[in-house]
């Protein structure tokens, strides 16, 4: 991938990106999301070279993607910061609403991290139930503190 193309959704289909979520693997992240790329999968750094998730939404909202899934991956052993993917996936998405307040944007992110030896497809879509939106004020779904339920098992 070089960067321009971020997954191959087009208008009406659903976007799929990985996110790489630390800085000491953002170059394995993106090699390793580079072979992932011929199933459909985009590839974003949250820290360090590459992309950013911004830019990357901002690319699928060009295209006129209204529905992107998101899956975190790391090549770290221990807990990431997966609580960080949702809150700068619902920055963007609140920030999209004020300039586009009749776009229809969906974003679900993975409750499974994508680890060494798995894949995005291994994660299956019921890790991908959590959508990141769903108001833009104080009382919307996002301000709700998640269940304990609805957590990221690397948090546990």
Same mark, same amino acid.
């Given at each position: 991938?070089?960067?321009?193309?971020?997954?191959?959704?087009? &208008?009406?289909?659903?976007?799929? +990106?990985?996110?790489?979520?630390? /800085? *000491?693997?953002?170059?394995?992240? %993106? %090699? $390793? &999301?580079?072979? /992932? &790329?011929?199933? =459909?999968? =985009?590839?974003?750094?949250?820290?360090?070279?590459?992309?950013?998730?911004?830019?990357?939404?901002?690319? /699928?909202?060009?295209?006129?993607?209204?529905?992107?899934?998101?899956?975190?991956?790391?090549?770290?052993?221990?807990?990431? *910061?997966?609580?960080? +993917?949702?809150?700068? %996936?619902?920055?963007? +998405?609140?920030?999209?609403?004020?300039?586009? *307040?009749?776009?229809? /944007?969906?974003?679900?992110?993975? $409750?499974?991290? +994508?680890? *060494?030896?798995?894949?995005?497809?291994?994660?299956?879509?019921?890790?991908?139930?959590? &959508?990141?939106?769903?108001?833009?004020?104080?009382? =919307?779904?996002?301000?709700?503190?998640?269940?304990?339920?609805?957590?990221?098992?690397?948090?546990?």
């Amino acid at each position: 991938m070089d960067g321009t193309d971020f997954g191959m959704a087009g &208008a009406g289909a659903t976007g799929r +990106l990985l996110v790489g979520l630390t /800085f *000491p693997d953002a170059g394995e992240c %993106a %090699a $390793r &999301a580079a072979a /992932f &790329a011929a199933g =459909g999968w =985009g590839h974003a750094q949250m820290q360090g070279d590459g992309v950013s998730l911004h830019a990357a939404l901002d690319g /699928f909202a060009e295209r006129g993607v209204r529905r992107v899934d998101l899956m975190g991956m790391t090549t770290l052993d221990g807990p990431v *910061p997966l609580s960080w +993917l949702r809150r700068v %996936a619902g920055a963007w +998405l609140r920030e999209r609403r004020e300039t586009e *307040p009749d776009g229809e /944007f969906v974003l679900r992110v993975c $409750r499974h991290v +994508l680890r *060494p030896g798995e894949t995005p497809e291994g994660a299956g879509d019921a890790g991908r139930e959590d &959508a990141v939106g769903g108001g833009v004020g104080r009382r =919307g779904l996002w301000n709700r503190r998640p269940d304990r339920r609805n957590r990221s098992r690397d948090r546990r």
